[in-house]
């Protein structure tokens, strides 16, 4: 079984639409991540959370929203989505060291918004 | 916020060639990371970097982290087909992560 799991995998939904990406982990880490991917972009990061108390914006959270329910668990939420949240996300986690080289990725999260 | 710029953006190469790709920053990084990205699949680390100069190999991976802290670049030897992918580079200060805009890497039979 994968150690990090997002559902759904694909999406396809409308504009104004609220959505949200659902992101679990098997690997007991404390710190869990969203990001974005664009075409000829990098990553970019949008929350990121140390522990289940803490919640942190990144650099693009604007028209985003977070929520951790639990160690294991990480959703990101767009309450009225726009298409220019079309976009691939991906979660990832690390344990106590938050440097970047800890992190593990899971599979991602393909968004259309139309 | 700051990209790492990468190029390629993307190659095209027969299978058995050698591949070069670097990344550089207008500003200097303690660490410098290479990833590997398949298609439907997340993000994967292949080499990490520590120290200017440091040249680490992976298989038939290598990176260099350069000497001005400012670049760094990745090199395959005899490519495969499973070589296909985006490859892209990351770095760090603090609690902000940067990432290159990804190579893509094409290998024909």
């Known amino acids: 079984d994968a150690d990090v799991t997002q559902t759904p995998r694909n999406r396809i939904t409308k504009t104004g639409k609220r959505i949200m990406l659902e992101c679990s982990q098997t690997k007991g880490h404390d710190r869990m991540y969203w990001y974005r991917q664009d075409p000829g972009l990098g990553l970019r990061l949008i929350y990121y959370?140390?522990?289940?108390?803490?919640?942190n914006k990144g650099e693009i959270s604007d028209g985003y929203s977070v929520s951790r329910q639990a160690q294991a668990k990480f959703s990101l939420s767009l309450e009225s989505a726009i298409p220019n949240q079309t976009a691939l996300y991906f979660c990832?986690?690390?344990?106590?060291?938050?440097?970047?080289?800890?992190?593990?990725f899971g599979p991602g999260t393909r968004l259309t918004v139309l | 916020g700051q990209q790492l710029n990468q190029s390629p953006q993307s190659m095209f190469i027969q299978e058995g060639e050698d591949v070069s790709m670097n990344c550089t920053s207008s500003s200097i990084f303690n660490t410098w990371l290479w990833y590997k990205q398949d298609p439907g699949e997340g993000p994967v680390l292949l080499i990490a970097?520590?120290?200017?100069?440091e040249l680490t190999s992976n298989g038939r991976l290598t990176a260099q982290f350069g000497i001005t802290r400012k670049d760094s670049f990745l090199n395959i030897s005899a490519s495969i087909p499973s070589d296909v992918g985006i490859y892209f580079c990351?770095?760090?200060?603090?609690?902000?992560?940067?990432f290159g805009t990804g190579t893509s890497l094409t290998v024909i039979p």
């Open positions: 959370s140390f522990d289940v108390k803490d919640i």
């Open positions: 970097l520590y120290k200017a100069g």
């Open positions: 990351g770095s760090e200060t603090g609690n902000q992560f940067y």
């Open positions: 990832a986690t690390s344990d106590l060291h938050p440097s970047l080289d800890t992190q593990y």
